[in-house]
């Protein structure tokens, strides 16, 4: 995905999602959509659009379903980037509180080698 310069980005775990279609619904900018794809359990989940989230978080706060939808606030702010072992290419990286020597890729949001 090309590096957006928007405000705000949102991932979707693809497994996690239900595809009950509020996030969809429930975005003021529309930047999500319903995915033609199948995840494992036959659900076509939802999928950002690229760019133009606003980082509000109104996603975030309709899904049901825990671990479905992360939002990033600041993405325009957000610049270290890395190579991930598990996507392939130069991610957007950030750290959490809990472990912050650790990198973690924004596009499937695991640490960024599997040795970490
Ligand atoms: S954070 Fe806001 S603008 Fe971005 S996808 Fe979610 S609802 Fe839409
Ligand atoms: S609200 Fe959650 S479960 Fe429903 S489509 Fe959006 S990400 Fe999937």
Redesign the pocket.
């Known amino acids: 995905m090309a590096i957006s310069k928007s405000r705000?980005?949102?991932v979707i775990n693809t497994e996690e999602c239900k595809g009950c279609e509020l996030?969809i619904e429930?975005?003021?900018?529309?930047?999500?959509f319903l995915s033609d794809k199948f995840n494992t359990h036959g659900y076509h989940p939802s999928a950002?659009k690229g760019d133009?989230?606003?980082?509000?978080?109104?996603?975030?706060y309709?899904c049901p379903e825990p671990g479905a939808?992360t939002?990033f606030?600041r993405w325009d702010l957000m610049t270290e980037t890395a190579a991930c072992s598990h996507c392939g290419g130069d991610y957007k990286v950030f750290h959490t509180d809990e472990k912050p020597d650790v990198l973690i890729c924004t596009n499937c949001l695991k640490p960024i080698k599997d040795s970490q």
Not at 26 to 32: G, I, M, Q, R, T
Request: aromatic share 8%; glycine share 12%; net charge neutral.
């Open positions: 705000g980005h949102v996030c429930a975005c003021p900018s529309d930047v999500l950002y133009a989230c606003t980082g509000c978080g109104i996603c975030f309709t939808i939002v606030k």
